[in-house]
């Protein structure tokens, strides 16, 4: 498979390490750092810097941040495992996570030997895995390096790891491992025929979690960050529904942003393939509010009716209420802006909720409700949510607002969903008086 459009200026980054390979033998101190800097955020900056963003995108390479490692790392401890594989290994973060958890040999040789045989990756650019390769000898060479951090042992060894490969990993036939650890590409894929959780474009990210799971053995362990819309989307209650009946979901971790880069939530799910017969236990994908009273019993919540760019400017002119003329909280009277509309309007009093939200917005609020008032029915934008009280008037409608601004609510809604735009359902479950 040849290198990839885009991507192949990477190859210098593979390059300058094979010089640093060259200059350790009988090194320490400045060597030392130069190794540490790259087994940690060097290679994603010459990512950065080398493959233009563009095509990064298209292709979602991004590679996993020293933070998330340590934490996949940590997870890793806890299995047992002995083989891994990635196989969307980029170049090679998740299984230099498992390097550090392996046990080594005498020799620089024998370690190798014995990881060769024990670690495994995929990615469709060669570029990538010739960096991995060299990475992972980085990795084996700190560890046999003395109390000093000298490299003593000659770097001559050749850079094996045959099964760390240019490939597809959906194409790939299956290889048995330990524990599969995957940061896969979020981008958007056209679902399979005959999948039954998605129809029409859906995440990649999701695809590959569940193909991953026929290389896992039975018992086995699997290890991914995944786009945090996986774990609280409306559009992937199938999804998670199908993840459970193949694993046993041990722990389900909120990330927060994947790094300073990427403005995306992420969250860590450790599944465990499951051996026979129903699951053992079942883990939350998030928090579940004590029994009681919701904002769902009181208040009907819906999405406004206008699509500004679709919906026709005909029948009667309406006042028209969109997101960039609300207050930042509070409350208004009768929009100014005016708009032809023959859809659902609604009567005051409600309360007006922007749904673009997400857990970086703090410190203000997740939800700020703006109670509207007036005697004028009112158009609303599809880019607000509002909360029609079923009884109550305007004092229902001031003590949602105050529970839409209370820190507790923005902690629910963290935990409930972290993706960019607020639902329905989210808002409906809202604990009342929390």
Known sequence: MDSLPGSAAYLEHAAYIDEVLGSLPGQGGGARAQVDQL?????????RRLVPLSYRRQVGAFFTPSNLRARVTEVLKATLA???????????????AATEVMPIGRTLSETLADWEGKLHGWDLHDEFIQTARRRILLSALKRHSDANGKFEEPTEVPIILSNIEQADAHHQEQRRVDAVVLNPPFTRTPAPKGCNWAQGKTSSAAMFFLDSLRHVKKGGYIVAILPDSLRSGTNFTKWRTTVECHTDVLSVERLGVFDEHTDIDVFLLVAQVRETGPGR??????????????????FEVRVGTVVDNRDPREGANRPYLVARDL?????????????????????PPFVAIRRTSRPSDKP???????????????????HLLIAKPLKGGVKACMELVK???????????????????????????IPWGN
């Open 39 to 47: 087994l940690d955020g060097h290679s994603a900056a010459e990512l």
């Open 82 to 96: 002995e083989s891994y594989l990635d196989p969307t290994c980029g170049a090679g973060d998740l299984l230099l």
């Open 281 to 298: 236990h079942k883990v939350a994908w998030w928090s579940e509010p004590a029994v009681g009273r919701t904002v769902g019993d009181l």
């Open 327 to 347: 207050p930042s909280t509070g409350r208004m009277g009768t929009p100014h802006r005016q708009r032809l509309f023959t859809g659902r309007v609604f009567q």
């Open 364 to 382: 203000s609020s997740r939800a700020p409700g703006v109670l509207i008032t007036g005697s004028e029915d009112v158009a609303v934008d599809n």
């Open 403 to 429: 529970l839409l601004n209370s820190p507790s609510t923005s902690d629910i809604l963290d935990d409930r969903i972290s993706c960019r735009h607020l639902t329905v359902s989210a808002i409906k479950k």
